[in-house]
């Protein structure tokens, strides 16, 4: 085991991996974080890139030792629309793609690993309101599913095998250094670019569809600090609940309209309506902030300033 560590980020050109990537590197160099997707992205040009389709264990076995990888990020998956289009298949990239990470782990061949879960682990009768950790869940889509399953296994090789494994249930995500992925809050991402673009904004939830959002920046300090916290700090070895703001389409686009008044919404529901009902509207990350000090920085205002600053340098 070589002992700088050596990172590998699974999927890494989605929405969470380019920021990831950066944001590792920056701390570990750039020889330090293997970038790496099912197939060559722009990240090829930055540093180190690998072309792994998680789903075959030999293949990445073969990269993990000839990197001498010591800790992996498993950012691959199908996200919760896409995945309703093809159940079967996001079944299986959600769960082969962890137990061939989890097993790697599992034989000491790397040290530890990050895998995200989801506020779909949730479900119709979950409290909505400051969702517990602890509670009922019954998710309704191939993505909830895959993720409730996938936090039982990391609990069960924790437990089991004394793998050294973290995770996060995010909320939706807002950035502005990369497209959505086909995720049912990827509305609030869209909404700031047609503000831009067109001045207005046909939205596919219904105007009152309140749920938990969160800043990219966010995201990717509480990812980096719950591998950076000791482990002794890391008591839910299943994912913790992760909270930042709530608010519905009317309320961000509200916000938006501050900063350009002629900004209009309409309201074409489709089949991300029902996700989204299935969902909470707001979480309770009391765990994440007391066991190793997670704190959010920014809110619905401070989110719309940079989301709009950054993205109009994009358009300019």
Sequence with gaps: MPTKDKILVIGSSGQIGTELVQ????????????????????????????VIDVMNASALLEIVKRHQVTEIYLLAALLS???????????????????????????????????????????????????????????????GISKQAGERWCEYYFNKYNVDVRSLRYPGLIGWKSAPGGGTTDYAVHIFHEALKTGKYECFLSENTTLPMMHMEDAINATIGIM???????????????????????????????????????????????????????????????DWGWNPKYDLKSLTINMLENLKKNYQ
């Design 23 to 50: 944001n590792l590197r920056e701390i570990y160099g750039i020889d330090g974080v293997i970038a790496s997707d099912v197939k060559v992205t722009e990240q090829a040009k930055d540093g180190p890139f690998e």
């Design 81 to 143: 629309a896409t995945a309703e289009k093809m159940p079967k298949f996001g079944w299986d990239l959600n769960m082969q793609g962890l137990f061939n990470v989890l097993d790697l782990a599992k034989e000491k061949i790397i040290k530890k690993v990050y895998w995200p879960s989801s506020i779909a682990v949730f479900g119709p009768n979950t409290p909505k309101v400051d969702t517990p950790q602890y509670t009922i869940m019954e998710p309704s889509t191939v993505y």
């Design 228 to 290: 950076q916290a000791d482990a002794s700090k890391v008591k839910i070895r299943s994912s913790y609940n992760l909270g930042g703001f709530s608010f519905s389409p009317k309320e961000i686009a509200a916000e938006i309209q501050k900063h350009i008044p002629n900004f209009s919404i309409s309201y074409n529901p489709d089949s991300r309506q029902q996700i989204a009902d299935s969902w909470p509207q707001s979480i309770n990350d009391e765990y994440a902030r007391k």
